[in-house]
């Protein structure tokens, strides 16, 4: 099993940023894509980003292309969101997630792809 923790969450105005970290305990065949979720209140939880730890790909959601920068950091073991011009409707709990190797590989867009998750931070984009 694979832990993972959330950090970098707040309370940020339209147009400003946020970093959030996510530290990741293993990184094995367990834990060969980190993604990013975000679940507002009252609606489903949405993929946002991920990475793969080999060779670093990233892939993102419409809404936050070009917006979000997912990164990773080998030595740390963690996986970053960087969050610029940040909109009200980016308001939710962020999750990182980890998705085991699979062969073939395709890229998980659903919470129900990835195992291990997780406590989530809140993102609070005021207007």
């Known amino acids: 099993q694979v832990q993972l923790v959330e950090s970098g969450g707040g309370v940020v105005q339209a147009g400003g940023t946020l970093r959030l970290s996510c530290v990741v305990s293993?990184?094995?065949?367990?834990?060969?894509?980190i993604g990013w979720f975000r679940q507002a209140s009252g609606k489903e939880r949405d993929f946002v980003a991920a990475?793969?730890?080999?060779?670093?790909?990233?892939y993102y959601a419409d809404s936050v292309k070009g917006r979000f920068t997912v990164s990773r950091d080998n030595v740390k073991s963690t996986v970053d969101l960087q969050m610029d011009s940040l909109e009200p409707e980016d308001t939710a709990v962020y999750y990182c997630?980890?998705?085991?190797?699979?062969?073939?590989?395709?890229?998980?867009?659903?919470?129900?792809?990835?195992?291990?998750w997780g406590q989530g931070t809140q993102v609070t984009v005021s207007s």
């Open positions: 997630a980890s998705a085991p190797l699979r062969i073939p590989w395709e890229l998980g867009r659903t919470w129900n792809d990835y195992d291990d």
């Open positions: 293993a990184r094995t065949f367990e834990s060969d894509t």
């Open positions: 990475i793969r730890w080999t060779p670093g790909t990233t």
